[in-house]
């Protein structure tokens, strides 16, 4: 009974190449966001989708793409593998974006581009 | 634009003792929320506590307490009798805004030595 899942949990891949990260959430939250927790642990807001509509796209590479197909699922795809995109990504949800609410996290995901 | 700033980049202690973390805020919005998260060295996001900016009460929660002061923009968080289960990265947050777009401080790695 997982509530915010996020798979692979470790993902190690070669530079150029094209990888998705999926996350689900059985909260019943409005809100999904991705966030990318650099090696020395500082926590940068990517991207927020309330009810499937993009509401925070800071400045990432264009070759961070996410997708919500659903409120419950926010996958990010990322084309074109760099050395830097090695970090953690994290995955979160909260309830409606205008309560502010506190934001449930997954586990995170670990890539590593070689 | 909002800023968290957690100066203590580390903090070690010997178990028993207590511990404060710093951390200092920047905002221009009257409405805003703060939050602390945990990230124990198994890598998860936890949750901690959620403060309005409109509630300067203290907060206790166990060993646990925060300590909410506008004039100083300041919300530090006091752990009491720390136990070596306190170790981990420790996370200060702001929000404000319509879509929590949330701002996290660099974090303090705290680790209480037995």
């Known amino acids: 009974d997982t509530a915010v899942s996020q798979t692979p949990k470790y993902l190690v891949t070669q530079m150029g190449n094209d990888k998705s990260i999926k996350c689900e959430q059985n909260l019943g939250h409005d809100t999904m966001y991705w966030y990318k927790q650099d090696s020395k642990k500082f926590l940068k807001i990517m991207f927020s989708?309330?009810?499937?509509?993009?509401?925070i796209n800071e400045t990432v590479p264009n070759r961070f793409s996410p997708k919500s197909p659903d409120k419950a699922h926010l996958n990010l795809h990322i084309n074109s593998l760099e050395l830097g995109d090695s970090a953690v990504y994290f995955c979160?949800?909260?309830?409606?974006?205008?309560?502010?609410?506190?934001?449930?996290f997954g586990p995170g995901t670990r890539l590593t581009v070689l | 634009a909002q800023k968290v700033t957690q100066a203590q980049t580390e903090i070690s202690v010997v178990e028993k003792e207590d511990v404060t973390l710093d951390c200092v805020y920047e905002t221009r919005d009257t409405t805003y929320y703060l939050f602390w998260y945990k990230q124990p060295p198994s890598g998860e996001l936890v949750f901690l506590i959620r403060?309005?900016?409109?509630?300067?009460q203290n907060e206790i929660s166990g060993r646990y307490s925060w300590n909410f002061q506008k004039s100083t923009s300041s919300f530090n968080f006091t752990i009491t009798a720390s136990q070596v289960v306190d170790s981990a990265v420790y996370f200060c947050?702001?929000?404000?805004?319509?879509?929590?777009?949330?701002?996290f401080g660099t974090g303090t790695k705290l680790q209480v030595i037995p």
């Open positions: 947050a702001h929000c404000s805004g319509g879509y929590q777009k949330v701002t």
């Open positions: 403060r309005n900016s409109f509630d300067e």
């Open positions: 979160a949800s909260s309830q409606n974006p205008g309560s502010y609410n506190e934001q449930f």
């Open positions: 989708y309330n009810n499937k509509e993009l509401i």
